[in-house]
Each structure stands twice: as structure tokens, then as C-alpha cells.
């Protein structure tokens, strides 16, 4: 970077440009950042209305407000659009984007053409899979053979989507493996990194290798629709479960695309509002990777019960448990982090508290689905449904609204009302425990998921978790409401307005264009705080 | 900057003759697993050619792929999606060959 | 991936020598995604042979192995050329690797065209993707191979012409060698995709 002679001496935001071309032809890493975060953001509050109506469905025993069939279509286009159009790109692609240019010094990623090419694709994926999913689809997002083999929805086009969705994934991926590897400033080695970035090298190594075999696993799919390939169809020597296999062998790393970034984001916001230095760097740092490595060995977990063979069960069953491993060591990190620190409950904070907490949760009655004897009772019930709801809304989500609230005041340069969105987080955190926790004891006690109707034993549950719904809703609306608002009418934001240490929050607020008038010379970790450092502020 | 040593690898350039050399193997290569396939070793037959293949293509890899010059982790990258392959057969096996009704 | 030109208003976000090794880095990485897509068809093929040895065995027959055989010579002659290509062009030898990369497209073509007379001879027979697994494996393995080949000539025309045209020397010359590495793959591929469908059936 030696070459870079030319002065910066007007300071331009990167927001300040407008006009649509402006955005849809950019190759600045923060502002496609802003595009995969508007994009996911907005197919998140669709898929959770979606949610809401399935829920009101579920408020009574009777399948009255819609019939069974589009009770189908609701669950199959609520999970299609949360997995493949927000959760797996969301945090990855839209925080990764804004966060990794600035964190480890650079001007911006190592393709930024290629980067910008991933986030038209993504684009092209989600137009073709919705009109697959809105013609109307009733798969699920599994696509499962033989049904899917058979069903006369448009599963080619659905799958072609994600297949195309997936490219999209891939060269995001590739592209942070290489500026992570190539694009450091002096100074920032491996082990000064912010724990964001390891977290997103792990999600980068799996969205790169995980996703093509669900690429082929669909390509398959297809022909077997298309050209009478009989891989999956017992009729012509297939194996319906080989799909699974395959699918798997994506759709659980895939788990931990949409996990690991927010672990990620957790790392960082725990010590700026600890004032101390994160507890463990290294053990969080390599457990990111050891979770990524796991996780491609865990996948018939998802089998237990569609007929693969006992063998396989213990064996996965086992390896399963191995995932406990590297999980816990980031919780009790952090919790040991938090341990005497001078904790400021900032909304952030709240959120990061509140993924430790019910990530937990989610992670422990994960190892009861692991155990085999368990999950054989447990499988396709509510059980299932709240263990994963707990990872992904308790932890994701929590992750995606922490990392929203934590570094808005970066990325737009305006403040939001902070007392809003501690309510906010108030409403969220309690309404997601009643809409889900009841769902545990509906799944112990038999309850199967994916039904419109139940029986009236169920109605009290039922209609409790429908409540919390409500109050899970109420809380997102406030959230966004505040955060919209701020954009508005919000004060200006400084240049740190929590005393971080991190390299992002060294420039000013939102960053110009290229980040840095000077490439930094990194001569430190991002978490020394409670030292020296802290008294100068 | 992770700049270390990359003139020097961005000078190295392969001769003519090595190319040559490898090329000449490859197809000594290609005569033998052709030849094999002739010749009934039972099940042997499928370890010898996948024997012959493997070094082919280590063979590409190495020389017309530069490999053996790059860096430790364009290695890790090149050996790793292959362990995720040998992982993906291998368990798919376990799973497929050992249920009670082997479909 | 490997454009030189990267607009940037303050000029070049990164050095040559960076620019060249993440190229290069990100184009491993790319190729470790290709194995991995193919790696699904391996998949299916190990456990379909393993569970139909009869069956893989007597319809292997019906494959023309001279054609295969001929093929895969074809292929090995042009990943030589693609090599001798990159060090041509790294020696300054503008028209030396204009020569040998389109001796590889030729060579691509060739292959291209084979392949059809096999895949029109086994129509004729009234063999399709659908007639049996190993039908289905053999018109997926080799037709997703046949779709890179098409990739990778396209990849090759342009970095030909614009060797032609003197857009790389000595200095700079990464697309041609980041098409290299991918015309290595589709040869690299087809190494294990010959014995495994013409062979050892």
C-alpha cells in the first residue's frame, strides 16, 4: 500500500453518493453491505409475518383461518425465505461485508467486482426461487425425495434458485477467504485479529466448500425430475435417503454459516461493554474453526429416523456431541469476560446477553436431539422446532439485532434512541421465550410439527406461544421503528461512541470511501481494555 | 500485507523440458491403466486404475498446476475439499452398507 | 477475477504482487469448490457401483473405449500446451503463447466433438440418461464435465485474444494463468472420469 500517495483531504462519506445506479454498480464493500442488509432485512420481517399468520392458525385446535394445504405453503415459504434469503446470507454477507475491510485495515475486499457480481446473483437466486415458492410451493425447504421427486409444484425452479443462490454464497465466501489471507494491514496478524473475523473465516471456509454438494445434491434433483435419473428413486435402484445424505452434508455446516458469524459478533460486543479484555482469544478464535470442522461430520443427525442404519446413527450420534466441545468454550469465554468486568447494559450488551443465554438453551436441547434414544422420541415434534428456533432466533437473530444496534452509529453516522430500543429488546427477548419455550413441553408430550390442526389437549400451549408471538412481533416492530427513525431524525454519531479499540471505530463516522487516508500499522490486539489505553479517554 | 516471498515465486517458471517430461508420463500412464483394464485382477482392477489416476493427477497438479511451488496454504486449500470428498463417501458407505436392508 | 484494472478513484487498491497471489489464492479456492461439486456425482457413483457391480460391469462394455482413450490423450495434450503457454507468456513470448493457447482450444474442440459422436452413437442405441443408474451416472459425470470444457473454452477465447491483442507480457500475465489452472481441472477431472466409466465400469 505503499503507493497510495494521493491525500485525502476532504473528508466524503461513503453514503454520500445517491441515485439508484450509484448503488446497484458499486464495488464499495460498505455499500454492498447495505444492500445485502436492506435485501435480508426485508425478506426477514416477510417470513416473520408469515410466522405471525401460521401462529394465528395455531391459535385454536381447529384448522379454521387457513386450510391444511396453505398451512403447507405458509411453513414451506416461512422457512425457504428465513434460510436461504436471510439467515444464511444475512449476518455473513451484510456485517461481513461492512465490518471485514474495516477491522483488519483495508481499503476494501480482494475482488470487489466479484463482489458486487455475488450480490446480483443473490438477487437472480432469490427472484427465481420466489416465483418457484409463490406459485405456490409445499415441500418445505428440505425438499425431501421421493416427495419432492413427485409433487407437482415447481421444485426445478426452486431448486434451481437456490442452486443459483448458492454460486452466490461461494464467491462471497472465497472473496473474504482471500482479503482475510491477502489483505491485512502491517501489523494485524493472525492473533490480533478481532474474534469477528476468525468467526467469519470459519463461515467463509464452509459457505465455500459445504455449498457445492447441495449444488449437485439440487442439479440431481432436477434431472431426476427432468430426465428420468432414478438416484433417489427406489423404483429404479435409488436411495431416497441418499438425498438426505447429501443434502445434509450442505444444510449442517449451513447451520453453522448462520451461527458462527453471530458468535462472532458476540466476541465483540461483550468487551467494549465489559471494559475488559476478552477471556480466552485463542480458545474463541480456534474454536470458530473447530465448530466449522465439526460440523461437516455431524450430518445424519438430521437422519436418525428416516431409516439410515444403526451404525451410522451411533456414529454420528457420537460425533454429535463432539460439537458441545468447541460451543461451550465460547460460552464460557465469555461469561468468564463478563466476570468482574464494569458492565454497561447499552442495548447492544442486551442482545449479546441475551444470545448467551438462550443460545444456551438452544445448544443444550441440541445434544438431546444428538443423543439417539432421545431423538427417536423427540424427531419432527415441537421439540425440534423450539431447540431450533432457540439457536437461530435466540442466537442468530440476537447476533443480527446486537450487531445492528452495535455498530449502526458506524455505519450510518446517526444515533437511535437508546430507551426505545432497550423496550425494544425488552418486548423481543420476552416475547420469544413465551412463543417458544411452551413449544419444548408440546414436544415432549407428542406434539408433531407442521400440522394446522391439534388436538384440544394442546390448545393451552398452543395459544400461549401464539400470545407470545405477538409479543415477540410487537417488540421487532418497535425495534425497527427506532432504528428507522434514527436514520431520520437521529443526533450525529461520534467517531467512538463506545470507547472501542477496534480499527473501525478509529475512522470517522459513517467511514469515507476508502476507509483509511493511511493503511494503520496494527501494533496490538483490539481487546486491551482496563489498561493503560482506557485511562487517556 | 501478507507479502512474503512472492517475487520470487512469481519468477519461477517451468522449462519446456520438465513439461515435456511429465507429459511423457502421463501418457505412459494412460498405455498402462488402458492395458490393465484388459487383464482381470478382480477387484483389484478398480484399485489400480483409481492407483494410476491418482498419481495422473497428481502428476497435474504438481507440475502443470504449479502446486509443488505455492505457498503452505494453497496446499491446505488444494488437500482439503479432497478430505470432505473422501468424508462424504466414506460415511454415505457406512450408512448405505450397513442397514438391515441394504436397499 | 483477475482484472488488473480495478476502478478504484484513488488508483490501484492493492499492489501487483498482492493482486497476483490473492488471484491465484482465490482461484484454488474456486477449483476446491468444483472438485466438491463433482464430488456428489463421485459419491453416488462409489455407492451405486458398490450396491450394482453386475450392472456397472456389463454396461461399461457398451462405452467406446477407443473414443474415451482418445479423448483423454487429447486432453492431456492440451493441459501440456496450456502449461507450455503460461511459460511462454512468463518468458515474454507474446506469440509463442498465443500459438499454444489456441493449439488448447483446438485440442478443447476436438474433444468436444468426439464426445458428440459417442453421446449420438448411444442415442441411436437407445441409451438415455434415464436407461439405468449407470447410464444416468454416465451421461451426468461426463455432461457436467462437457458443460466446464465449454466454460473453460470460453475462458480461453478471450485470454487468446487478448494475448493477441498484447494485453499480457512477462510482467503481467495472471489471466492466462488462472485459465490454466482451470483448463488443468477439467483434465484433472477426467483423469478419474475415464478409468471410472470406461474402464472399470
Redesign the interface.
Do not use: V
Given at each position: 500500500m505503499a503507493n497510495h500517495t494521493i491525500a485525502h483531504d476532504v473528508y466524503v462519506p461513503f453514503l454520500e453518493k445517491k441515485g439508484f445506479l450509484s448503488w446497484i454498480l458499486t464495488t464499495d464493500h460498505k455499500r454492498i453491505g447495505i444492500l445485502y442488509l436492506v435485501s435480508t432485512s426485508l425478506f426477514f420481517l416477510a417470513a416473520g409475518i408469515i410466522a405471525l399468520l401460521m401462529r394465528f392458525e395455531l391459535l385454536t385446535p381447529a384448522s379454521d383461518f387457513v386450510d391444511p394445504h396453505t398451512y403447507n405453503v405458509l411453513f414451506t415459504l416461512h422457512g425457504s425465505i428465513m434460510v436461504f434469503f436471510f439467515i444464511v446470507p444475512g449476518l455473513a454477507a451484510s456485517f461481513g461485508n461492512f465490518l471485514i475491510p474495516l477491522m483488519i485495515g483495508a481499503r476494501d475486499v480482494a475482488f470487489p467486482k466479484l463482489n458486487i457480481a455475488s450480490y446480483w446473483i443473490y438477487l437472480l437466486g432469490t427472484a427465481i426461487l420466489l416465483v418457484g415458492l409463490l406459485k405456490p410451493a409445499d415441500t418445505g425447504w428440505t425438499f425431501y425425495t421421493p416427495y419432492s421427486a413427485t409433487t407437482n409444484t415447481d421444485v426445478v425452479l426452486m431448486t434451481f434458485g437456490v442452486f443459483v443462490l448458492g454460486f452466490s454464497s461461494i464467491l462471497t465466501g472465497l472473496n473474504f477467504i482471500v482479503t482475510t489471507h491477502k489483505m491485512r494491514a502491517p501489523g494485524m496478524t493472525w492473533h490480533r485479529l478481532p474474534l469477528f473475523i476468525w468467526a467469519s473465516y470459519a463461515t467463509s471456509i464452509l459457505q465455500l466448500l459445504a455449498t457445492p454438494v447441495v449444488g449437485i445434491t439440487l442439479l440431481l434433483l432436477i434431472t431426476e425430475r427432468t430426465l428420468g435419473v432414478g438416484f433417489f428413486d427406489p423404483a429404479k435402484g435409488g436411495d431416497p435417503i441418499l438425498f438426505q445424505n447429501f443434502f445434509w452434508f450442505y444444510s449442517h455446516p449451513a447451520v453453522y454459516i448462520m451461527i458462527i458469524p453471530a458468535m462472532g459478533v458476540i466476541s465483540e460486543i461483550i468487551p467494549v461493554f465489559s471494559r475488559k479484555p476478552i477471556f480466552g482469544y485463542k480458545a474463541i478464535a480456534y474454536s470458530s474453526l473447530g465448530i466449522a470442522f465439526i460440523s461437516f461430520l455431524v450430518w445424519a443427525h438430521h437422519m436418525f429416523v428416516s431409516g439410515i442404519s444403526e451404525t451410522a446413527a451411533m456414529i454420528f450420534s457420537f460425533l454429535t456431541f463432539l460439537v458441545a466441545i468447541p460451543t461451550a468454550i465460547k460460552v464460557f469465554n465469555w461469561t468468564a469476560t463478563l466476570y468482574k468486568g464494569s458492565i454497561q447494559l447499552h442495548s447492544a450488551m442486551l442482545y449479546a446477553l441475551g444470545f448467551i443465554f438462550l443460545f444456551t438453551i438452544g445448544g443444550l436441547t441440541g445434544v438431546f436431539l444428538g443423543a439417539l434414544a432421545a431423538d427417536v422420541h423427540l424427531h419432527d415434534t415441537y421439540f425440534v422446532v423450539a431447540h431450533m428456533h432457540y439457536v437461530m432466533i435466540g442466537g442468530t437473530v440476537m447476533g443480527f439485532f446486537g450487531a445492528l444496534h452495535f455498530w449502526y452509529p458506524k455505519w450510518f453516522g446517526k444515533m437511535f434512541n437508546e430507551t426505545v430500543a432497550k423496550i425494544a429488546w425488552f418486548f423481543v427477548f420476552v416475547g420469544f421465550n413465551v412463543t417458544f419455550f411452551p413449544q419444548f413441553f408440546l414436544g415432549v408430550q407428542g406434539m408433531p410439527r407442521r400440522y394446522a390442526s391439534y388436538p384440544a389437549e394442546f390448545e393451552s400451549l398452543m395459544s400461549l406461544s401464539t400470545y407470545g408471538s405477538w409479543i415477540l412481533g410487537f417488540g421487532i416492530l418497535v425495534m425497527v421503528i427506532n432504528l428507522l427513525s434514527g436514520l431520520i431524525s437521529g443526533p450525529k454519531a461520534p467517531e467512538n461512541p463506545y470507547n472501542s479499540l477496534s480499527l473501525e471505530w478509529q475512522i470517522p463516522s459513517p467511514p469515507p470511501h476508502e476507509n483509511f487516508e493511511e493503511i494503520p500499522q496494527v501494533t496490538d490486539w483490539t481487546y486491551g481494555y482496563g489498561k493503560k489505553k482506557e485511562l487517556e479517554v | 500485507m501478507a507479502s512474503h516471498s512472492h517475487s520470487e515465486k512469481h519468477a519461477h517458471i517451468t522449462t519446456y523440458k520438465t513439461y515435456l517430461i511429465v507429459w511423457a508420463a502421463l501418457m505412459v500412464l494412460t498405455v498402462i491403466t488402458v492395458y490393465v483394464s484388459y487383464v482381470d485382477f478382480g477387484t483389484m482392477n478398480v484399485v489400480i486404475a483409481m492407483a494410476v489416476a491418482s498419481l495422473k493427477a497428481a502428476l497435474v497438479a504438481l507440475f502443470f498446476m504449479h502446486l509443488k511451488f505455492e505457498d503452505s496454504i494453497t496446499w491446505v486449500f488444494a488437500i482439503f475439499p479432497l478430505g470432505l470428498l473422501f468424508l462424504l463417501i466414506t460415511m454415505t458407505f457406512v450408512d448405505t452398507f450397513t442397514r438391515v436392508v441394504v436397499p | 477475477?483477475a482484472?488488473a484494472d480495478?476502478?478504484?478513484?484513488?488508483?490501484?487498491?492493492?499492489?501487483p504482487?498482492?493482486e497476483?497471489?490473492?488471484s491465484?489464492?482465490?482461484m484454488?479456492?474456486?477449483?476446491?469448490?468444483?472438485?466438491?461439486?463433482?464430488?456428489?456425482?463421485?459419491?453416488?457413483y462409489?455407492?451405486?457401483h458398490?450396491?450394482?457391480p453386475e450392472m456397472f460391469y456389463e454396461q461399461h462394455l457398451e462405452l467406446n473405449?477407443t473414443m474415451g482413450?482418445i479423448n483423454?490423450?487429447v486432453l492431456?495434450?492440451s493441459?501440456?500446451t496450456?502449461?507450455?503457454g503460461v511459460?511462454a507468456i512468463?518468458?515474454g513470448r507474446q506469440k509463442t503463447a498465443a500459438i499454444l493457447i489456441l493449439i488448447t482450444i483446438i485440442c478443447g474442440l476436438t474433444f468436444g466433438v468426439i464426445k458428440y459422436f459417442e453421446y449420438s452413437a448411444k442415442f441411436s442405441h437407445h441409451i438415455?440418461?434415464?436407461t439405468?443408474?449407470f447410464f444416468?451416472l454416465y451421461?451426468?459425470m461426463t455432461g457436467?464435465h462437457m458443460i466446464h470444457v465449454f466454460i473453460g473454452l470460453g475462458i480461453l477465447a478471450v485470454v487468446f485474444v487478448l494475448t493477441l491483442k498484447g494485453k499480457f507480457d512477462a510482467k503481467y500475465n495472471t489471466p492466462i494463468e488462472m485459465g490454466?489452472?482451470y483448463w488443468?481441472?477439467v483434465?484433472?477431472i477426467w483423469?478419474?472420469l475415464?478409468?471410472?466409466l470406461y474402464?472399470?465400469g
Open positions: - | - | 477475477m482484472e480495478i476502478e478504484q478513484p484513488h488508483g490501484h487498491h492493492m499492489d504482487a498482492t497476483y497471489s490473492s491465484k489464492l482465490g484454488w479456492l474456486f477449483l476446491g469448490t468444483e472438485i466438491l461439486l463433482f464430488g456428489g456425482l463421485f459419491a453416488a462409489a455407492i451405486f458398490a450396491r450394482f473405449r482413450a483423454t490423450c492431456i495434450f493441459s501440456l496450456m502449461a507450455m511459460s512468463k518468458l438415455y440418461p434415464d439405468s443408474i444416468s451421461f451426468l457436467l490454466g489452472l488443468h481441472l483434465d484433472l483423469i478419474y475415464f478409468p471410472l474402464l472399470i
